[in-house]
Every structure is written in structure tokens, then in C-alpha cells.
């Protein structure tokens, strides 16, 4: 859309062409609603990190059936593995699985490049009948007698009114913070995402990673190779190339002195991954903050003519087992939707009517997931966790296989040398294990 004047009314604005805002536009506007989508990069996903593992196919599937044959997706996941590191070892837990719903319709998750997808979800809501607006930037909002009235865009006349905002503007939500809804993250609640899309031939790939068709693996890894930085990495197979990266929690980065891109290299020059990359040549790299503290830095998520979804409300699950976010950002993104529809036509559009948005957040199990694993994001950014653990495992696995002549190690002596070694102390261990009870178990 290129031709919305200051004196244009819509019912719903949503800020943000990202997962959430696009899923948000395309129910309302199928509602039958005047919808406005406004997203500052040139296009949709102009701003997203490319690659990522996008785990909602079947969210997906209820708004466009069979939607995985149009859109624009690398490869379905079917292997997962969580790779413990030392700086010369790895222990890997391989997950790969064929069964029903994994290999086949609606599958489990697919890998995705981002700016490719968002700009194709983005058209399937201008499809519907939503108004897209690209390159353009929020400024504020509108106010009447406290309630959200609409929008201030950077252009000339540039006041757009609507009867619901949907905040979907990213982490560092500048219209939640605005209105008063999200309050200023400290660092140990974002992690930086630094990442690379290398280009390899498909057949390449393919025999590398023992794929066949469509297949693709999601790799994530934990320990030596963020040193002593709080943080992991991942690689995930596309079509003809690779995307890559590492995360590092932003308060550890600061404090350390660690630069991330140094830290790639450092991944991707590890033994265990340097093989894996072999003659892969760099197409693009980028940054991104991710929120990382889950149940605990959720904002409020409504107040008078405005919602908050997707990133903007902290729904991304880091919770170790979980590396999630664009699945709940589609969640939230219909949930927000439902609430502005009901709000419509209702004509009500105060905090108590927008209220409802709980109801649907936890009918599709969004504040149902990140309230019981509310314990998790703290454990898995702990210290013993993050940079301790995955190379005792990893070295205790290298002692076990040696093979030197010398007598074989059993398990219960190895253990408590490594104990020793790495000056673990049987009393944070406990806590430990309480903590993976609490995080995990119940």
C-alpha cells in the first residue's frame, strides 16, 4: 500500500511484518476488518536474521492448509542434535525421527530463511485484504483521553488512526515501552544472535549431513565453544547453504570482553564443525537481539486500544530443550487478532475489553508453555551449565574411549576424577539437579 493519508481510519494497525504481525493481519483482515500493516524495512523480513528453525507448521496449517507447498521453505527437520563441547571434543544427543508427522504432512518444523518467508506471510495477508506499508517508521502513538487512537509514521501528515494498535515492533518494543507496558530488559535478559548463511551445493550438503530429498537437521551446540560466554550455537541445513551462528547472553559478552564475531569463528573453526562447513563461502551476515528470559519479562500485554505480541511480549522460549520463537510469535499473533476481531465488533476497545487476549493466549497454550517453564531460561544461563558441564562431559567421554594400554576406567572412579578435575562440588550438583527438577520435571 502506498497510498494511506493521515486522514485514513482503520479498525486494526499492527506495527511489525514479522511472524506475529503478518499472522495477526491476515486473520483480521479475513474477518473483514480494515487492516494496516506497517513494517520499517523495504520489505518484510528486510530486518530478520536469515535461517531459522521454524517449529508451527501445524499452527501454520490451520490459517493456510497445506501451506509448505507455496511458501518458500528450505528443508523439514528431521534430526535434531544437542551437541556438549570441549574445545577439542564433542558428545552429541541425536534425535531423528521418521515418523508420522515428521517426515510427512503437517511435519514437525521446517527451516526457514526469514526474510524470504516474512516477505511471503506478509503477502498472504495482503492477499486477504490487509493494507502493507513498507520503509515505514513509528514514531508514537496516538492518545485520547488515555486510550490508543492510532499511530504517528515518519512522513509528512503522518497521524493514522485505528480502533487497535498490535504491537508487534520486536524486543526492544518501542510502543510497549511508550504506553508503559514494558518496562527498560537488563542485559542478562537479551542475547545477541550473531549469524552466517554460507552457500554449499545442495548434493554437497546433502551427503555431508547424510540427508536424502528435502530432509534438513537443526544442530545446537553448548559449552568450550562459547568459552566462558554464556551462550550456545547452532547450524541448520537449508536448500544450498548453511546458516550458522552463535548466541551469547549480552550481560556475559559485556563482561568478558568477548566480541561476538570472534566467537563465530571460533565455532565454526572447532573440529567438530570445521568439516561440517568445509567450502561453504559466505553470502550475508547479521545481528540480532533475542529475549531470552522468558515468563519473566513479559510485559503487560494490553492496555487501552493496544495489544502486544510476538517478541515485543518476550515469547521466545529458551529454555534449553526449547529453542522456539516463531511459532509463538504466530500464537500470540492470532490470539491478538481474535481479541481485536471480538473487540470490533463489539465496539469496546478499553483494557477490560481487550482483557480476553489472556483467554486466547492460553487456549493456544502460549502463558500455558512459558508459565511452566518459567524456571528454565535462569538455569540454562547459569554458569556450571553454560560453561562447565558440556565440557566435563565431553572431556569425561574423551577419558572413557582412549584407548592407551592403560587399564579401562570404570564409570564411578572416571566420574569422581573428573569431580575433582573440574572441582565440582557434590552440593552445587544437588542444587543443580533441584534446579532441573523444578525446570523440566514438574
Not at 574445545?87 to 518444523?109: I, W
Request: aromatic share 10%; net charge positive; with cysteine.
Amino acid at each position: 500500500m502506498s497510498a494511506a493519508t493521515a486522514s485514513e481510519s482503520f479498525d486494526v494497525i499492527v506495527v511489525g511484518a514479522g511472524p506475529a504481525g503478518s499472522t495477526a493481519a491476515l486473520l483480521c483482515a479475513r474477518a473483514g476488518l480494515q487492516v494496516l500493516l506497517l513494517e520499517r524495512g523495504e520489505y518484510p523480513g528486510a530486518k530478520n536474521v536469515s535461517g531459522a528453525a521454524f517449529y508451527g507448521s501445524a499452527i501454520l496449517n490451520e490459517l493456510i492448509p497445506n501451506w509448505w507447498e507455496q511458501a518458500p521453505v528450505e528443508r523439514y527437520i528431521c534430526r535434531r542434535d544437542i551437541a556438549f563441547m570441549s574445545p577439542t571434543t564433542s558428545v552429541a544427543l541425536d534425535f531423528h525421527c521418521a515418523g508420522e508427522g515428521y517426515t510427512t504432512p503437517p511435519y514437525n518444523g521446517f527451516i526457514v530463511l526469514r526474510p524470504r518467508f516474512d516477505r511471503w506471510l506478509a503477502a498472504q495477508a495482503e492477499a486477504a485484504g490487509a493494507f502493507l506499508l513498507t520503509s515505514t517508521v513509528v514514531d508514537d502513538v496516538l492518545r485520547e483521553n488515555g486510550r490508543v487512537v492510532g499511530v504517528r509514521v515518519r512522513r509528512e501528515q503522518g497521524d493514522i488512526r485505528g480502533k487497535v494498535v498490535i504491537a508487534c515492533d520486536g524486543v526492544n518494543s518501542f510502543l510497549a515501552k511508550k504506553v508503559g507496558l514494558q518496562r527498560e530488559f537488563h542485559a542478562h535478559e537479551l542475547s545477541l544472535g550473531v549469524k552466517e548463511v554460507l552457500g554449499l551445493d545442495p548434493t554437497i550438503i546433502e551427503d555431508r549431513f547424510r540427508l536424502s530429498g528435502d530432509e534438513g537437521i537443526a544442530y545446537e551446540y553448548l559449552g568450550a565453544i562459547t568459552e566462558d560466554v554464556h551462550g550456545g550455537a547452532f547450524l541448520y541445513t537449508n536448500r544450498d547453504s548453511l546458516s550458522l551462528g552463535v548466541i551469547g547472553q549480552v550481560s556475559s559478552l559485556v563482561e568478558r570482553r568477548k566480541r561476538p564475531y570472534e566467537l563465530l569463528e571460533r565455532f565454526k573453526a572447532h573440529p567438530a564443525v570445521a568439516p561440517l562447513v568445509r567450502g561453504a563461502k559466505l553470502r550475508e551476515y547479521s545481528a540480532h537481539l533475542i529475549p531470552e528470559s522468558g515468563w519473566s519479562m513479559k510485559p503487560t500485554l494490553y492496555t487501552d486500544g493496544m495489544l502486544v505480541a510476538g517478541d515485543a511480549a518476550g515469547f521466545c522460549l529458551a529454555a534449553g530443550l526449547y529453542l522456539e520463537g516463531m511459532n509463538y510469535a504466530m500464537q500470540s499473533g492470532l490470539a491478538a487478532a481474535e481479541t481485536a476481531i471480538e473487540a470490533c465488533r463489539r465496539d469496546r476497545f478499553s483494557a477490560r475489553a481487550l482483557s480476553g487476549y489472556r483467554k486466547h493466549l492460553k487456549r493456544r497454550n502460549v502463558s500455558t508453555d512459558f508459565r511452566a517453564y518459567r524456571h528454565a531460561p535462569a538455569f540454562v544461563n547459569s554458569a556450571r551449565l553454560q560453561n562447565l558441564y558440556p565440557e566435563v562431559v565431553a572431556s569425561g567421554m574423551e577419558q572413557l574411549f582412549r584407548v592407551d594400554g592403560k587399564a579401562k576406567r570404570k564409570i564411578l572412579p572416571l566420574a569422581r576424577q573428573m569431580m575433582r578435575q573440574y572441582q565440582l562440588k557434590p552440593g552445587d550438583m544437588l542444587r543443580d539437579g533441584y534446579q532441573v527438577v523444578r525446570a523440566y520435571l514438574w
